[in-house]
T-cell receptor, first 112, second 114 residues
Framework: AQSVSQHNHHVILSEAASLELGCNYSYGGTVNLFWYVQYPGQHLQLLLK??????LVKGIKGFEAEFIKSKFSFNLRKPSVQWSDTAEYFCAVRGSNYKLTFGKGTLLTVNP | GAVVSQHPSWVICKSGTSVKIECRSLDFQATTMFWYRQFPKQSLMLMAT?????????EQGVEKDKFLINHASLTLSTLTVTSAHPEDSSFYIC??????????FGEGSRLTVL
């Protein structure tokens, strides 16, 4: 069975700080990896995804993530966060059965 | 992107009553929809996979008689929480799979059972 682990429950940063949210997964086969964001009061939105190819993927709003197969990791990064990035971030893995398994989420608070 | 709409977004009901939550794909057809449950400060847990025209596939530990899922058309899936109890209070989220394989999520439905 697939599983996802997000290391940080709550991250607090000041504007312009750099961000890295950790995500590790376990799955025996080929995986698709995702980061979703949930802004306060809104539904889940896809930030970025990795299916194959270049392990460094770029998403919306300046976010990127790097797939490191040897470490089973898919960490999310942003060089300079903004107050509007305050949200909950979920890492997810999808196996061949199309079922998504989510991590527990990381709440990011960006102070102005 | 494609839009998935859930209704109601917030519902409060008395213990013992049944509640129906609808999930609609507004501008695309979804042969597969997924229902998730999210507890406070926890992850989204997949409850079941809903396929149009066939019975839903439930995840281990999810009571199929408690959580009735119907996927009557390519744009509508419903989740009915039967004989709801306070422990069923949660945030229920659906997602629909588009033709590209991407999943689109509804805004979620918060159920509070008194």
């Amino acid at each position: 069975a697939q599983s996802v682990s997000q290391h940080n429950h709550h991250v607090i940063l000041s504007e312009a700080a750099s961000l890295e949210l950790g995500c590790n997964y376990s799955y025996g086969g080929t995986v698709n990896l995702f980061w979703y964001v949930q802004y306060p009061g809104q539904h889940l939105q896809l930030l970025l995804k990795y299916f194959s190819g270049d392990p460094l993927v770029k998403g919306i709003k300046g976010f990127e993530a790097e797939f490191i197969k040897s470490k089973f990791s898919f960490n999310l990064r942003k060089p300079s966060v903004q107050w509007s990035d305050t949200a909950e971030y979920f890492c997810a893995v999808r196996g061949s059965n199309y079922k998504l398994t989510f991590g527990k989420g990381t709440l990011l608070t960006v102070n102005p | 992107g494609a839009v998935v709409s859930q209704h109601p977004s917030w519902v409060i009901c008395k213990s013992g009553t049944s509640v129906k939550i609808e999930c609609r794909s507004l501008d695309f057809q979804a042969t597969t929809m997924f229902w998730y449950r999210q507890f406070p400060k926890q992850s989204l847990m997949l409850m079941a996979t809903s396929n149009e025209g066939s019975k839903a596939t439930y995840e281990q530990g999810v009571e199929k008689d408690k959580f009735l899922i119907n996927h009557a058309s390519l744009t509508l899936s419903t989740l009915t929480v039967t004989s709801a109890h306070p422990e069923d209070s949660s945030f229920y989220i659906c997602s629909a799979r588009g033709t590209s394989g991407e999943l689109f999520f509804g805004e979620g439905s918060r159920l509070t059972v008194l």
